[in-house]
């Protein structure tokens, strides 16, 4: 790691604080302006509420670096609200919280032998969709709000839940460990485990002189990943209970804080050594990211800080360019992570030294920004263009289709390099049953060529070792790459009833095999097979064990589950009635992607009768304004794309853009 040139000085304050600001509204998207709105600065942060006019809007400033929760709640409403990465000097704007009716929730607190246990306290609630978010009970207790705690019974109650959203919580208790637990259906016991006691002290560097009122914070580096805050006593110890595993910790106090994330192992069986927690002088360090070509700001680029050995914050820039970390005084590691859009640079780390009460400034960062990719498409006559051709990137995989011009030509743009710097894709056409898979350097970025040849088809069966048939089994067509490294998921879909599969766009030329994810024995894979233009694989077998069974809608009416519980037939939507149509379930998160797909697909296909509708897993952010119906809902099966006839039935289930020239065939 080489040493960045840095400038000691005094750097003045950021020229500019972060805001942010939005509205709450509710499930129709009428402003909510009698809510209240609040933002948590990270996990050891407080919360402070802000103000809502009366159409809903609200607004926070002075907002530190890093992650936040914003969240809100009204009256006869369920709390709602998203986690946000800040930047420095970001100006988060058109923040979008819907609120659902609230509904309540019972149940008990039991211990591991189903003893109650009375005075456990509910200290964080999780909403898990459309966009986690933790919403800080204990915190919110000197705002006026109850902590909901176990009863002599151990029965509970949690109220102001939003209906129809998935939700997890933290129970904490001082003779247990802290128990986080995610709610499934009408299920809403907790069980609490003694679990192993850990103590331990928090010193000085150097002094060794105890620390108090020190925060101790320890992260599960297990699912869920739960983080349990403890402080030590006017000696500087500290305990707690946790259950056995790894956990990831560090201490902060005012103006001190330890190196980095220490691992500690947590065991069951034996004695657990006390731990001990080392603070020092805090200090800070800022920098810019840059572009090397115009000089402009790079926003988004995610920078790391390393200190002992330690991962000890991760961060990214603002829409200035700007980056900060507030570390422990001594020796530490500030690495770019990655910057969309830009190549990495040639030094990615740079080691510095901070003296406590240092704010260090680090000589400006530049990046170049990743190349467009130029490939021209022709037919399989291999001189014709392909005007019309849609690509899809496999590797780094991106949703959606970019366009070839009447010339064949097709400009592709991509926000990340991998790491052996080959760009993966397949080309294919909607007016032929034609494709093709391709890969590009950085050195042949511009005016590449590739012809498509005729598609291939493959089919077979899954079973049992018993000659079951497996319904709703999960398969892939992988391209193993080079020397079995860099594979690539060339096409996804899901068995039959009747346990047979079929694909129709198979690429040929192309070495593949059809894979089970997550099986560890043969039987969840096919022999390699290499087909020519036209050529099919009509009898692989994969003998699994029946817990990969799931649910297949093929040759049935697609119906999806809205909040409320209903299942709701695709043909109930007005748009979709007697149109072959493409349903996409996803996340609230992906739902921009998913319409910019769905833009691109109807830009290829011309005028089809092709019709489209988007479900979102909880719900979807009301300031979304499209043409396009995006509803809320659950997947009725494993996949995420359903194709549909005009009679709302399915016949093809996938977890991507569908082959185009599968829809091209609407026409």
Same mark, same amino acid.
């Given at each position: 790691?080489?040493?960045?040139?840095?400038?000691?000085?005094?750097?003045?304050?950021?020229?500019?604080?972060?805001?942010?600001?939005?509205?709450?509204?509710?499930?129709?998207?009428?402003?909510?302006?009698?809510?209240?709105?609040?933002?948590?600065?990270?996990?050891?942060?407080?919360?402070?509420?802000?103000?809502?006019?009366?159409?809903?809007?609200?607004?926070?400033?002075?907002?530190?670096?890093?992650?936040?929760?914003?969240?809100?709640?009204?009256?006869?409403?369920?709390?709602?609200?998203?986690?946000?990465?800040?930047?420095?000097?970001?100006?988060?704007?058109?923040?979008?919280?819907?609120? +659902?009716?609230?509904?309540?929730?019972?149940?008990?607190?039991?211990?591991?032998?189903?003893?109650?246990?009375?005075?456990?306290?509910?200290?964080?609630?999780?909403?898990?969709?459309?966009?986690?978010?933790?919403?800080?009970? #204990?915190?919110?207790?000197?705002?006026?709000?109850?902590?909901?705690?176990?009863?002599?019974?151990?029965?509970?109650?949690?109220?102001?839940?939003?209906?129809?959203?998935?939700? &997890?919580?933290?129970? /904490?208790?001082?003779?247990?460990? @802290?128990?986080?637990?995610?709610?499934?259906?009408?299920?809403?016991?907790?069980?609490?485990?003694?679990?192993?006691?850990?103590?331990?002290?928090?010193?000085?560097?150097?002094?060794?002189?105890?620390?108090?009122?020190?925060?101790?914070?320890?992260?599960?580096?297990?699912?869920?990943?739960?983080?349990?805050?403890?402080?030590?006593?006017?000696?500087?110890?500290?305990?707690?209970?946790?259950?056995?595993?790894?956990?990831?910790?560090?201490?902060?106090?005012?103006?001190?804080?330890?190196?980095?994330?220490? @691992?500690?192992?947590?065991?069951?069986?034996?004695? @657990?050594?006390?731990?001990?927690?080392?603070?020092? &002088?805090?200090?800070?360090?800022?920098?810019?990211?840059?572009?090397? %070509?115009?000089?402009?700001?790079?926003? =988004?680029?995610?920078?790391?800080?390393?200190?002992?050995?330690?991962?000890?914050?991760?961060?990214?820039?603002?829409?200035?360019?700007?980056?900060?970390?507030?570390?422990?005084?001594?020796?530490?590691?500030?690495?770019?992570?990655?910057?969309?859009?830009?190549?990495?640079?040639?030094?990615?780390?740079?080691?510095?030294?901070?003296?406590?009460?240092? +704010?260090?400034?680090?000589?400006?960062?530049?990046?170049?920004? %990743?190349?467009?990719?130029?490939?021209?498409? !022709?037919?399989?006559?291999?001189?014709?263009?392909?005007?019309?051709?849609?690509?899809?990137?496999?590797?780094?995989?991106?949703?959606?289709?970019?366009?070839?011009?009447?010339?064949?030509?097709?400009?592709?743009?991509?926000?990340?390099?991998?790491?052996?710097?080959?760009? !993966?894709?397949?080309?294919?056409?909607?007016?032929?049953?034609?494709?093709?898979?391709?890969?590009?350097?950085?050195?042949?970025?511009?005016?590449?060529?590739?012809?498509?040849?005729?598609?291939? @088809?493959?089919?077979?069966?899954?079973?049992?070792?018993?000659?079951?048939?497996?319904?709703?089994?999960?398969?892939?067509?992988?391209?193993?790459?080079?020397?079995?490294?860099?594979?690539?998921?060339?096409?996804?879909?899901?068995?039959?009833?009747?346990?047979?599969?079929?694909?129709? /766009?198979?690429?040929?030329?192309?070495?593949?095999?059809?894979?089970?994810?997550?099986?560890?024995?043969?039987?969840?894979?096919?022999?390699?097979? =290499?087909?020519?233009?036209?050529?099919?694989?009509?009898?692989?077998?994969?003998?699994?064990?029946?817990?990969?069974?799931?649910?297949?809608?093929? &040759?049935?009416?697609?119906?999806?589950?809205?909040?409320?519980?209903?299942?709701?037939?695709?043909?109930?939507?007005?748009?979709?009635?007697?149109?072959?149509?493409?349903?996409?379930?996803? +996340?609230?998160?992906?739902?921009?992607?998913?319409?910019?797909?769905? #833009?691109?697909?109807?830009?290829?296909?011309?005028?089809?009768?092709?019709?489209?509708?988007?479900?979102?897993?909880?719900?979807?952010?009301?300031?979304?304004?499209?043409?396009?119906?995006?509803?809320?809902?659950?997947?009725?099966?494993?996949?995420?794309?359903?194709? !549909? =006839? &005009?009679?709302?039935?399915?016949?093809?289930?996938?977890?991507?853009?569908?082959?185009?020239?599968?829809?091209?065939?609407?026409?």
């Amino acid at each position: 790691m080489l040493t960045a040139a840095v400038a000691v000085m005094a750097l003045a304050m950021f020229s500019g604080a972060t805001e942010l600001s939005g509205c709450v509204r509710d499930e129709q998207g009428q402003a909510l302006g009698g809510a209240r709105v609040f933002l948590e600065e990270g996990m050891t942060g407080p919360v402070r509420e802000g103000s809502v006019s009366p159409d809903g809007r609200f607004y926070f400033d002075e907002i530190l670096p890093g992650q936040v929760g914003v969240f809100a709640v009204a009256e006869g409403y369920g709390f709602g609200g998203m986690s946000l990465t800040v930047g420095v000097e970001d100006r988060l704007s058109e923040v979008s919280i819907a609120l +659902r009716p609230a509904v309540s929730k019972k149940g008990k607190v039991k211990n591991a032998r189903g003893d109650a246990v009375a005075g456990a306290r509910f200290t964080r609630l999780l909403l898990l969709a459309p966009y986690k978010v933790g919403i800080p009970l #204990a915190k919110l207790v000197s705002l006026g709000f109850d902590e909901p705690v176990s009863g002599k019974k151990g029965g509970y109650v949690l109220d102001r839940l939003p209906r129809g959203v998935p939700i &997890g919580v933290k129970v /904490a208790h001082p003779l247990y460990a @802290q128990e986080a637990a995610v709610f499934s259906g009408d299920h809403s016991d907790v069980v609490l485990y003694k679990g192993v006691l850990v103590q331990g002290d928090v010193f000085t560097r150097g002094e060794n002189r105890a620390v108090s009122n020190a925060r101790v914070i320890i992260k599960n580096a297990q699912p869920p990943h739960d983080t349990a805050i403890t402080r030590t006593d006017n000696m500087g110890a500290f305990s707690i209970r946790l259950k056995p595993g790894v956990y990831i910790y560090h201490s902060e106090a005012k103006g001190l804080r330890s190196p980095g994330g220490q @691992q500690l192992r947590v065991l069951g069986d034996r004695p @657990q050594p006390r731990a001990r927690l080392f603070v020092a &002088g805090a200090g800070e360090i800022v920098g810019t990211v840059q572009d090397a %070509i115009t000089g402009e700001p790079v926003e =988004n680029a995610r920078l790391t800080l390393h200190t002992d050995g330690h991962l000890a914050a991760i961060t990214r820039t603002g829409p200035t360019g700007l980056y900060h970390f507030a570390v422990t005084a001594g020796e530490s590691v500030v690495r770019l992570a990655n910057a969309p859009g830009y190549l990495p640079p040639e030094t990615q780390a740079y080691r510095v030294s901070v003296a406590e009460g240092q +704010r260090l400034e680090l000589a400006g960062l530049f990046l170049a920004p %990743i190349p467009s990719f130029r490939l021209r498409v !022709v037919r399989t006559d291999g001189e014709t263009p392909a005007d019309g051709a849609v690509v899809t990137l496999l590797r780094p995989q991106a949703f959606g289709w970019q366009v070839a011009d009447a010339e064949g030509w097709v400009e592709l743009k991509i926000n990340a390099v991998p790491d052996d710097g080959r760009i !993966v894709g397949m080309v294919e056409h909607p007016g032929m049953a034609a494709g093709a898979l391709f890969a590009l350097s950085l050195q042949d970025s511009r005016d590449a060529r590739v012809q498509l040849l005729p598609w291939c @088809q493959v089919s077979g069966h899954v079973s049992t070792g018993r000659g079951k048939d497996l319904a709703g089994v999960r398969i892939e067509g992988v391209y193993p790459g080079k020397d079995g490294e860099g594979a690539v998921v060339l096409w996804r879909t899901v068995s039959r009833r009747d346990g047979i599969f079929r694909w129709p /766009a198979v690429l040929p030329g192309v070495p593949q095999r059809c894979v089970v994810r997550g099986t560890a024995d043969l039987g969840g894979e096919s022999r390699l097979f =290499n087909l020519p233009p036209q050529g099919s694989e009509t009898d692989v077998r994969l003998v699994l064990d029946k817990t990969f069974a799931d649910t297949t809608l093929f &040759g049935e009416t697609l119906s999806w589950r809205d909040t409320s519980g209903n299942m709701i037939p695709v043909t109930a939507i007005s748009r979709l009635k007697g149109k072959p149509a493409v349903v996409f379930f996803c +996340r609230g998160g992906e739902v921009k992607a998913v319409l910019e797909g769905i #833009a691109a697909a109807e830009r290829a296909l011309g005028a089809t009768p092709l019709a489209y509708a988007v479900v979102v897993r909880g719900g979807v952010m009301s300031s979304i304004t499209t043409r396009i119906p995006v509803l809320a809902g659950e997947s009725p099966g494993p996949a995420t794309t359903y194709v !549909v =006839n &005009g009679k709302g039935k399915v016949i093809l289930e996938t977890f991507d853009m569908p082959p185009a020239h599968f829809l091209g065939a609407a026409k």
